[in-house]
Structure formats: C-alpha cells, structure tokens
C-alpha cells in the first residue's frame, strides 16, 4: 500500500539557518509529490509538486525539494529560514495516480529561534 | 474567485445530535475529498468521489456518511456524532484533466468540530 512517512515530528532550527525536511514515500510507479505548508489556525497552502522532469523542484517561499527515486525520498529544504517560516509542513503523494486523492504524512512541525 | 467553501467553520455540538458540514466548489471540478486532521496524525481522508454520484470511502469512514447529488456539493454527515470525531476537517476539491496548474487540490479553510 502507499505510504508516506515524515521521520522528524518536530525541528527547530535557528532562523538564518538552513532547513530540510525529510519525506519518504512507497509506491511502485512513478509518484506524484507534493508539499503543504499549514501555519497555525491556517489551512493549507501548497509549497510545490512534483510530477516528472527535473528532479530539483522550486517552490514558492524560497523552498525547494529534490525527488529521489533511488532513495524513494523527495526532501524539502531552504536555505536560509525566515522567522515566518515557523509552520507545519506535510508531504503528501498522490493515490493510485490520482490528483483528486491524496495521502498525507503525518506533518513535521517547524519551530524557528531567534 | 475559485474557492472552496465549507460551513461551519466551528461547531460545538453533543454526542448523537446530527449534523451536517456543507462543502461547496465553484470551479466545475470533477473531484472532491474530505479529511479529518488529528495532531500527530496529519491529514487522513474519510471519503472521496470522482463525480456526480460517485463516492468512495477513504482511509477512515467509520461513522461518516457523504453524498454527491450536485457537482459543485460534497456534504460530509455525521448521524450520531461521538467525541472521537472531534477534530478539524478539510474539504478538497481537484480537476480530473490536468493538475490544476499552481494548485491541483484546493482546499478549504477547513471546519473545527468539538463533539461533547
């Protein structure tokens, strides 16, 4: 069955810092990848996606994520966080194919020090 | 403007009383889903369909039920609430052609249920 694990429940980082967020997925074909941002008492806003092509992936915000099919990863990371970057981050992949249905991971919240 | 609407946006209700949370698209999508989201346990979907008429249950259905008799509505109803369906719950909706460019799914501003 696919699945998508996020291993970090929680990171903090110092802001100026760099950041990377770690997502694995399991399905056989190619997936389709995506990543949400949710900031508290937000919905959820679309960082970036990937279908195919280019494995490095830009996003809005300054974030980026490389798809890695050798290590069934699609990792997201920024190279320098922003204090308003304190947020909830879930990486999801696309069931069976289908945009309309997504399976999420379980998020990895992001918390910023000055 | 394209949207998602879901009503209400906060509930305060008591175990067995029905309810009903609306979803409503204005974009002509084909798909529409609905999640539930727990701390520690991301988002997880209840029910999904495809199109008029079309509905299938997702990975946590247990104690909902959904209906699709209009393309734009995908209500989500609870027939006898219970406190374990205390949670915050987002509608989505999507295109069957193409990814819907920047935003393949779009989601509403989800729904806060506490159930007494």
């Known amino acids: 069955a696919q699945s998508v694990t996020q291993p970090d429940i929680h990171i903090t980082v110092s802001e100026g810092a760099s950041l990377e967020l770690r997502c694995n997925y399991s399905?056989?074909?190619?997936?389709?990848l995506f990543w949400y941002v949710q900031s508290p008492g937000q919905g959820l806003q679309l960082l970036l996606k990937?279908?195919?092509?280019?494995?490095l992936v830009q996003g809005i915000k300054g974030f980026e994520a490389e798809f890695k099919r050798s290590q069934s990863s699609f990792n997201l990371r920024k190279p320098s966080v922003h204090w308003s970057d304190a947020a909830e981050y879930f990486c999801?992949?696309?069931?069976?194919?289908?945009?309309?249905?997504?399976?999420f991971g379980k998020g990895t919240k992001l918390s910023v020090k000055p | 403007e394209a949207q998602v609407t879901q009503n209400p946006r906060y509930l305060i209700t008591v175990t067995g009383k029905k309810l009903t949370v609306t979803c409503s698209q204005n974009m002509n999508h084909e798909y529409m889903s609905w999640y539930r989201q727990d701390p520690g346990l991301g988002l997880r979907q209840i029910y999904y369909s495809m199109n008029v008429e079309v509905t299938d249950k997702g990975d946590v259905p247990e104690g909902y039920k959904v209906s699709r008799k209009e393309k734009r509505n995908f209500p989500l109803i609870l027939e006898s609430p219970s406190p374990n369906q205390t949670s915050l719950y987002f509608c989505?909706?999507?295109?069957?052609?193409?990814?819907?460019?920047?935003?393949?799914?779009?989601f509403g501003d989800g729904t806060r249920l506490s159930i007494l």
């Open positions: 990937y279908f195919s092509g280019d494995t």
């Open positions: 999801a992949v696309a069931r069976g194919g289908s945009q309309g249905n997504l399976i």
């Open positions: 989505a909706s999507s295109s069957r052609t193409g990814w819907g460019g920047n935003q393949p799914q779009h």
């Open positions: 399905y056989g074909a190619t997936p389709y």
